[in-house]
């Protein structure tokens, strides 16, 4: 568990990296970065929040995405991703929700209409859940919780509580901590794999390290997003017709790119005087394979935004639906690696084009 201390409080980190951004308001988007947010009234789109306090008290018709160290949800929002250290659930989540943090409670008053994943080191669950629910954290108590789904708990200690009400199966791992009261009302109990194992290690490794990698990228990218706009209106201007041709042509562009640029950058070095540019470029050259897979997912993000809803929005809010869009085929075994190859090629080669223009 201890892993999982270092990747929530690694979340924490990056999202409160945000809290010198300006607020701005868009027609379709809206982002808020201060030290103190109290969301009210009526939100027409989703929103992204983060600061030292978070507090969601309005209506959120969209996602309501929050990050910092205190995260309070009061109101209603259709969907919700929190990260942060503190996360308090009063209110109402209509669809999915997903929260990370290291105290975690979830109130009497909360409802969350769909499927609800959690990460966190110390869980309360209370409150109405109208589907399924996961749960992976160090401590998991079900104190006054009415589930009308499946729990699926991942922790080394796991309490059972006699308010609490699980109309599916409460699957826990057989190597945890399990008290439960004989007054609460489980319909099944299942024992799943130790806890401890080499291939549970493996996957939440897997999953931990792809999450950090999105958040490390979704940092830079707003950097760039911040200081060089302009290389990504770049992008949006040549690629607007984004058709095979153009496809071909900038993947091999980033294959050249991938090829020459060691070479060069080594024949410099058999040089006395071009040792220093060797090096630069060498340098340069690792910088831009990192960030290529953020180039990708801008892309990907501005052509999945003018496929289906064709408005005005703001570069960030493309930069992360691409980003987001990477994450989840990354997590897809016998693809990740292909996609790993494509995503570097083709961001190498959006980011010559960036340069040249």
């Given at each position: 568990m201890k892993k999982l201390k270092y990747f929530l409080l690694a979340i924490l980190v990056m999202f409160l990296s945000y809290n010198t951004v300006n607020a701005k308001e868009i027609n379709h988007f809206t982002t808020k970065a201060t030290d103190e947010i109290i969301l009210e009234g009526t939100y027409n789109s989703s929103v992204v929040a983060a600061g030292q306090s978070v507090d969601f008290s309005g209506i959120v018709k969209g996602i309501a995405i929050g990050a910092g160290n205190k995260i309070e949800l009061n109101g209603q929002t259709d969907y919700s991703i929190l990260a942060g250290n503190n996360i308090n659930i009063k209110g109402k989540v209509n669809n999915d929700s997903f929260i990370a943090g290291n105290i975690i409670t979830i109130e009497d008053t909360a409802t969350i209409d769909r499927d609800i994943v959690i990460a966190g080191?110390?869980?309360?669950?209370?409150?109405?859940?109208?589907?399924?629910?996961?749960?992976?954290?160090?401590?998991?108590t079900v104190k006054n919780a009415n589930i009308k789904g499946n729990l699926k708990v991942y922790s080394e200690r796991v309490t059972i509580q006699k308010?609490?009400?699980?109309?599916?199966?409460?699957?826990?791992?057989?190597?945890?901590?399990?008290?439960?009261?004989?007054?609460?009302?489980?319909?099944?109990?299942e024992k799943t794999p130790a806890i401890k194992t080499q291939d549970d290690e493996d996957y939440f490794d897997t999953i931990s390290g792809k999450l950090f990698s999105f958040l490390c990228l979704a940092l830079i990218f707003a950097a760039i997003s911040l200081f060089i706009p302009k290389a990504l209106n770049n992008i949006n201007d040549k690629y607007e017709k984004f058709e095979l041709g153009e496809a071909v042509e900038v993947f091999t562009k980033g294959l050249v790119i991938l090829i020459l640029v060691p070479v060069i950058a080594i024949l410099l070095c058999c040089t006395m005087i071009g040792i220093p540019l060797g090096i630069i470029i060498i340098m340069l050259y690792g910088i831009c394979i990192y960030t290529s897979t953020v180039f990708t997912g801008y892309l990907i993000g501005y052509k999945i935004w003018q496929k289906f809803f064709d408005k005005d929005a703001h570069i960030l809010f493309f930069g992360l639906i691409g980003l987001f869009v990477l994450l989840i085929l990354n997590l897809i075994p016998g693809v990740r690696t292909l996609v790993s190859i494509i995503s570097t090629l083709v961001g190498l080669g959006l980011i010559f084009d960036c340069i040249k223009k």
């Amino acid at each position: 568990m201890k892993k999982l201390k270092y990747f929530l409080l690694a979340i924490l980190v990056m999202f409160l990296s945000y809290n010198t951004v300006n607020a701005k308001e868009i027609n379709h988007f809206t982002t808020k970065a201060t030290d103190e947010i109290i969301l009210e009234g009526t939100y027409n789109s989703s929103v992204v929040a983060a600061g030292q306090s978070v507090d969601f008290s309005g209506i959120v018709k969209g996602i309501a995405i929050g990050a910092g160290n205190k995260i309070e949800l009061n109101g209603q929002t259709d969907y919700s991703i929190l990260a942060g250290n503190n996360i308090n659930i009063k209110g109402k989540v209509n669809n999915d929700s997903f929260i990370a943090g290291n105290i975690i409670t979830i109130e009497d008053t909360a409802t969350i209409d769909r499927d609800i994943v959690i990460a966190g080191s110390d869980i309360e669950l209370n409150g109405t859940f109208s589907r399924n629910v996961s749960v992976y954290g160090n401590k998991v108590t079900v104190k006054n919780a009415n589930i009308k789904g499946n729990l699926k708990v991942y922790s080394e200690r796991v309490t059972i509580q006699k308010e609490s009400y699980i109309a599916g199966t409460l699957f826990y791992p057989e190597d945890s901590i399990y008290k439960a009261s004989d007054d609460a009302v489980i319909t099944n109990v299942e024992k799943t794999p130790a806890i401890k194992t080499q291939d549970d290690e493996d996957y939440f490794d897997t999953i931990s390290g792809k999450l950090f990698s999105f958040l490390c990228l979704a940092l830079i990218f707003a950097a760039i997003s911040l200081f060089i706009p302009k290389a990504l209106n770049n992008i949006n201007d040549k690629y607007e017709k984004f058709e095979l041709g153009e496809a071909v042509e900038v993947f091999t562009k980033g294959l050249v790119i991938l090829i020459l640029v060691p070479v060069i950058a080594i024949l410099l070095c058999c040089t006395m005087i071009g040792i220093p540019l060797g090096i630069i470029i060498i340098m340069l050259y690792g910088i831009c394979i990192y960030t290529s897979t953020v180039f990708t997912g801008y892309l990907i993000g501005y052509k999945i935004w003018q496929k289906f809803f064709d408005k005005d929005a703001h570069i960030l809010f493309f930069g992360l639906i691409g980003l987001f869009v990477l994450l989840i085929l990354n997590l897809i075994p016998g693809v990740r690696t292909l996609v790993s190859i494509i995503s570097t090629l083709v961001g190498l080669g959006l980011i010559f084009d960036c340069i040249k223009k």
